[in-house]
C-alpha cells in the first residue's frame, strides 16, 4: 500500500511520522522505530527544517527508508528561506532519490517572527509550492491527470507519478462548546486542492468534534480531498503543551486537568491511551480514510494506540 490507495483500500491506511534526528544516539532510535513500525506502515512521512543541515538531515533519513525498506515515504517539504528556484531544486534532487510523494507546506515563520515573510522571489502560500511540484513532475514524466482519482491511481500503477499532500487544521473550540474552522485556513486548503494536490493531512487535535468541524467545513466548501486525521497518543502533559505552543494551538485544557488528576505517569498513559483510543475510533467512524500518527521517532505508544484501536 501506499499513499495512493487512501482512495481505494478496503481499510484505512496507517503511517508515521518522523523527524530527522541530530544525534548518532537519536540516528540509532529512529531506524529502531523505523525497523519495528515498517511492518505495520503503509507510508511513513519525514518533517523537513529551514536550516540546510536539518534539509540534509531529512534528504538522509527519507534516502535511507526508500533505499532499505520496502515503506514508501513522504518527504515534506516547506517554502522557507528558499526561492522559487531553489525549491525547484529541492523537488528534483528529491526526485532523483527516487521519492515520489510530497508533503506540501509553507512553514513557519522563524523563531520570534509571528508574520510570515516569504524568501526573495519565495512563495507566500503551500498552494504556490504544490503548483511547482506539479510542474517539475509534468517536464519529467509528462503531465498528470486533472482528476485527483486518477491522478492516484497512476501513481499506484507505478507510471513515475507524484502525490502530493497538503496540510489541513482541524476546528478549533468555541466558548459554546463547538468547533469552528478558520475561513482562510479552509480557503487555503481550496487552493492547495485547485492547484493539484491529492490529499490532507491534519494538525493535531484534542476532540473528535475537531475532526468533524473540518470534514463538514471542508465538504461544504467543495473540497473532495480524503482528509487523514493526525493524531499522537495523548499521554504526556509536557509534550502536549510543548506541541500546542510551538504549533499556537490553544491547550486542551480538560484533557491536562484529567492527566494531571492520575497522580502517576504510569496512570496517565493508560488514561490518555483509552482518550486517544476512543477519538481515534471515532473519526474512523467518520469515515477518515487513514490514520497519521506522529510518532517524535518512538514506536512503544504508537503501537499500543493501535493495538487497542484494533482490540476494541
Ligand atoms: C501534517 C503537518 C505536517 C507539518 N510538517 C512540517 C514540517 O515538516 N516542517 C515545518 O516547518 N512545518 C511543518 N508543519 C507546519 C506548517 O508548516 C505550518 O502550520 C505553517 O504555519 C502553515 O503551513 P501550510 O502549509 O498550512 O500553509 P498555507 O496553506 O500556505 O496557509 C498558511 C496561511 O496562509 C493563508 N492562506 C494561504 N492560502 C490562502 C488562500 N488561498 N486564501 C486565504 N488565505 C490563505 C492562511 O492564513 C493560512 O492559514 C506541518 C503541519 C502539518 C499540519
Known amino acids: 500500500m501506499s499513499t495512493s490507495d487512501l482512495y481505494s483500500a478496503s481499510r484505512p491506511t496507517v503511517s508515521f511520522e518522523l523527524y530527522p534526528p541530530r544525534t548518532p544516539k537519536g540516528e540509532a532510535q529512529v531506524w529502531e522505530t523505523v525497523q519495528r513500525l515498517a511492518p505495520v506502515a503503509d507510508y511513513f512521512s519525514v518533517t ?38 531553489q525549491l525547484r531544486g529541492v523537488v528534483e534532487a528529491f526526485l ?8 506540501a507546506l509553507r512553514g513557519d515563520p522563524p523563531a520570534g517572527e509571528s508574520e510570515w515573510t516569504p524568501a526573495p522571489d519565495g512563495f507566500a502560500r503551500a498552494s504556490d509550492l504544490v503548483a511547482l511540484i506539479r510542474e517539475v513532475e509534468t517536464e519529467r514524466f509528462g503531465a498528470p491527470p486533472r482528476d485527483p ?12 507519478r ?8 482541524p476546528g478549533y473550540a ?80 480538560e484533557l491536562l486537568g484529567e ?7 504510569e496512570v496517565a498513559e493508560r488514561v490518555g491511551m483509552e482518550v486517544t483510543g476512543a477519538m481515534v475510533r471515532r473519526v474512523l467512524r467518520r469515515g477518515a480514510p487513514g490514520l497519521h500518527l506522529y510518532t517524535f521517532n518512538q514506536h512503544a505508544g504508537v503501537l499500543r494506540l493501535l493495538d487497542g484501536v484494533l482490540q476494541a
Open 96 to 103: 532523483d532519490l527516487g521519492v515520489r510523494d510530497f508533503l
Open 162 to 169: 507524484v502525490s502530493i499532500a497538503v496540510a489541513a487544521y
Open 259 to 265: 492527566l494531571a488528576a492520575c497522580g502517576s505517569p
Open 48 to 85: 523537513y527544517g529551514a536550516s540546510g543541515t536539518t534539509a540534509e538531515r531529512s534528504e538522509a533519513l527519507v534516502s535511507r527508508i526508500l533505499t532499505q525498506t520496502s515503506v514508501p515515504v513522504i518527504a515534506h517539504l516547506t517554502c522557507v528561506g528558499r526561492s522559487r528556484s
Open 174 to 253: 468555541t466558548p459554546d462548546g463547538g468547533f469552528r474552522v478558520r475561513q482562510d485556513e479552509l480557503a487555503a486548503l481550496r487552493a492547495k486542492q485547485d492547484a493539484g494536490a491529492d490529499f490532507a493531512i491534519t494538525q493535531l487535535f484534542f476532540d473528535p468534534g475537531a475532526y468533524d468541524a473540518l470534514l463538514a467545513a471542508a465538504r461544504g466548501a467543495g473540497i473532495v480531498l480524503p482528509l487523514v486525521p493526525g493524531v499522537m497518543p495523548l499521554t504526556d502533559p509536557a509534550r502536549i503543551r510543548r506541541l500546542c505552543d510551538m504549533n499556537t494551538i490553544p491547550h486542551p485544557g
Open 149 to 160: 482519482v486518477e491522478r492516484l491511481a497512476a501513481h499506484r500503477a507505478g507510471r513515475g
